[in-house]
């Protein structure tokens, strides 16, 4: 079983008194749900699920609470998501730490068909050590944060993970700055078709003089993104278009046309 996240225990530990009361007593569901608190862990998360789904997430909470108690780890991962995002509860990030740190704390057996719920939860703990949670214990920690999205990049090969953690490679939050590394880190996520990582990726071998084949990443990224990665991915490729010739720009928007091409093979 994985054990590398055992240096969250103390974090744990220390938070679980104070948690201990936070998700209060719950309703008895409906003697019409077809389930109870008693229920397996898997029919009580199919439950929630479909509540869930079906917009009564008030149920969906419930029915997942009572699976997490029984150790269900799917169950676990979609109430702390449900916390952290405060969607059908309220906001509490620190109860969503302590979820996601349980997760990482029991670990996966390896080929589990909970490994991808683990992985996820060692990446939201990742973000939260990167920013701390105000007025909470949890304060930011950018060589925890790092280590965990390693972990996540290079255990589970998880492109989200491998883009955080270039980018932390090449700020050097958390370590050294390694752009060698980074740049590894960024292809194998832009390969598994992260726009975000591709763009990065095109922008840093741009800095490194390879206009034409940098802006034609980035550009390709650009073309491909979701809306609130092109947020911050517009003004990097504007900017790079205005530094390059008009030559080195039309050969890198064909360039780019391939790319696309070729990544969605």
């Given at each position: 079983?994985?054990?590398e996240?055992?240096?969250?225990?103390?974090?744990?530990?220390?938070?679980?008194?104070?948690?201990?009361?936070?998700?209060?007593?719950?309703?008895?569901?409906?003697p019409?749900?077809?389930v109870?608190?008693?229920?397996?862990?898997?029919?009580?998360?199919?439950?929630?699920?479909?509540?869930?789904?079906?917009g009564?997430?008030?149920?969906?909470?419930?029915?997942?609470?009572?699976?997490?108690?029984?150790?269900?780890?799917?169950?676990?991962?979609?109430?702390?998501?449900?916390?952290?995002?405060?969607?059908?509860?309220?906001?509490?990030?620190?109860?969503?730490?302590?979820?996601?740190?349980?997760?990482?704390?029991?670990?996966?057996?390896?080929?589990?068909?909970?490994?991808?719920?683990?992985?996820?939860?060692?990446?939201s703990?990742?973000?939260?050590?990167?920013?701390?949670?105000?007025?909470?214990?949890?304060?930011?920690?950018?060589a925890?944060?790092?280590?965990?999205?390693?972990?996540?990049?290079?255990?589970?090969?998880?492109?989200?993970?491998?883009?955080?953690?270039?980018?932390?490679?090449?700020?050097?939050?958390?370590?050294?700055?390694?752009?060698?590394?980074?740049?590894?880190?960024?292809?194998?996520?832009?390969?598994k078709?992260?726009?975000?990582?591709?763009?990065?990726f095109?922008?840093?071998?741009?800095?490194?003089?390879?206009?034409?084949?940098?802006?034609?990443?980035?550009?390709?990224?650009?073309?491909?993104?979701?809306?609130?990665?092109?947020?911050?991915?517009?003004?990097?490729?504007?900017?790079?278009?205005?530094?390059?010739?008009?030559?080195?720009?039309?050969?890198?928007?064909?360039?780019?046309?391939?790319i696309?091409?070729?990544?969605?093979?």
């Amino acid at each position: 079983m994985l054990r590398e996240c055992r240096s969250l225990t103390l974090v744990v530990l220390s938070l679980a008194a104070a948690l201990g009361a936070s998700c209060g007593a719950v309703r008895a569901f409906d003697p019409n749900a077809g389930v109870t608190k008693e229920s397996g862990p898997f029919a009580l998360f199919k439950f929630g699920f479909s509540a869930y789904k079906n917009g009564r997430k008030d149920e969906a909470v419930e029915a997942y609470r009572y699976a997490a108690e029984k150790g269900h780890t799917a169950s676990r991962w979609a109430l702390a998501n449900m916390y952290a995002d405060g969607d059908g509860v309220t906001e509490n990030d620190l109860e969503a730490f302590k979820i996601y740190s349980e997760i990482a704390e029991n670990g996966v057996e390896p080929g589990s068909q909970d490994t991808g719920y683990f992985a996820n939860a060692l990446i939201s703990l990742a973000g939260y050590y990167r920013r701390g949670i105000p007025d909470t214990p949890v304060a930011a920690d950018l060589a925890q944060a790092r280590q965990l999205y390693f972990q996540a990049a290079s255990t589970f090969g998880v492109a989200e993970a491998q883009f955080q953690l270039a980018k932390m490679l090449l700020s050097g939050d958390g370590g050294s700055v390694n752009v060698q590394q980074a740049k590894k880190w960024l292809n194998r996520a832009r390969k598994k078709g992260h726009a975000g990582a591709m763009g990065v990726f095109g922008n840093v071998i741009f800095q490194e003089g390879q206009t034409v084949r940098g802006l034609a990443y980035m550009t390709a990224a650009l073309d491909q993104c979701s809306p609130k990665d092109r947020q911050w991915l517009q003004p990097m490729q504007e900017q790079a278009f205005s530094l390059a010739t008009e030559s080195d720009r039309r050969v890198a928007i064909n360039m780019s046309h391939t790319i696309r091409t070729s990544e969605a093979d």
